[in-house]
């Protein structure tokens, strides 16, 4: 079975830059999330999906950062300028029901 | 509450030993819980998972524990192999939180061959 499909898995740009990242969550699966892994912090949630509705999206850190999700199999992660403290992983993780969340690889971006 | 840390402890053990790794949650409402491996450049990865209305769940290799009376989580890992080596994060669903995990810091796993 495919798993959680991101993409890139690696982006460097420059600061300013604007940045899409995209996920593909495992088909049938109604909830998607987008979490940033940075040494200092650790794992975050950004924000999440329930049947593509954004309910939560306390985490994202400001307006340069917007979620969306167009349609059951995919959802992007805009970074508008990017700034070099942006750097991180960033991991889309998706779920069904009472099922454990699923994580794809992730996309390791550097901002310079 | 919030059981994120910021280092990274590590545990080291020999091949063919077993394994204990410790997470203590803050939060008195989570009522679920989870283990994810996390290896070099990968995702997280699900493990094992465990519900607050039971104290132990056995997997392949892998048990967890759960004591709510002192919210502590461990993953107890049997005859490690190299391949166990990886980076363990617990992680709590409050009931009141919807879909939201919260993620604990990670313990780093090294086993010596």
């Known amino acids: 079975d495919a798993g959680v499909i991101q993409s890139p898995r690696h982006e460097v740009t420059e600061m300013g830059q604007e940045v899409t990242l995209r996920c593909k969550p495992i088909?049938?699966?109604?909830?998607l999330f987008w979490y940033r892994q940075t040494m200092m912090r650790g794992l975050e949630l950004l924000i999440y999906?329930?049947?593509?509705?954004?309910?939560?999206d306390s985490g994202m850190p400001e307006d340069r950062f917007s979620a969306k999700m167009p349609n059951a199999s995919f959802s992007t992660l805009k970074i508008q300028p990017s700034e070099p403290r942006d750097s991180a992983v960033y991991f889309c993780?998706?779920?069904?029901?009472?099922?454990?969340?699923?994580f794809g690889d992730g996309t390791r971006l550097s901002i310079l | 509450g919030e059981s994120v840390g910021l280092h990274l402890p590590t545990l080291s053990v020999q091949e063919g030993d077993n394994s204990i790794i410790n997470c203590a949650y803050s939060?008195?409402?989570?009522?679920?819980f989870i283990w994810y491996k996390q290896e070099s450049g990968k995702g997280p990865q699900f493990i094992i998972d465990?519900?607050?209305?039971?104290d132990k769940r056995q997997g392949q290799r892998v048990t967890v524990l759960l004591n709510k009376t002192v919210k502590h989580l461990s993953l107890q890992i049997a005859a490690t192999q190299p391949g166990d080596s990886a980076v363990y994060f617990c992680?709590?669903?409050?009931?009141?939180?919807?879909?939201?995990?919260?993620f604990g810091g990670g313990t780093r796993l090294m086993v010596k061959p």
């Open positions: 993780a998706s779920r069904k029901g009472g099922q454990p969340q699923h």
């Open positions: 088909s049938g699966h109604n909830s």
């Open positions: 999906f329930n049947n593509n509705v954004p309910i939560d």
């Open positions: 939060n008195s409402a989570s009522d679920y």
């Open positions: 465990i519900r607050s209305n039971m």
């Open positions: 992680a709590e669903n409050p009931w009141d939180a919807g879909n939201m995990l919260t």
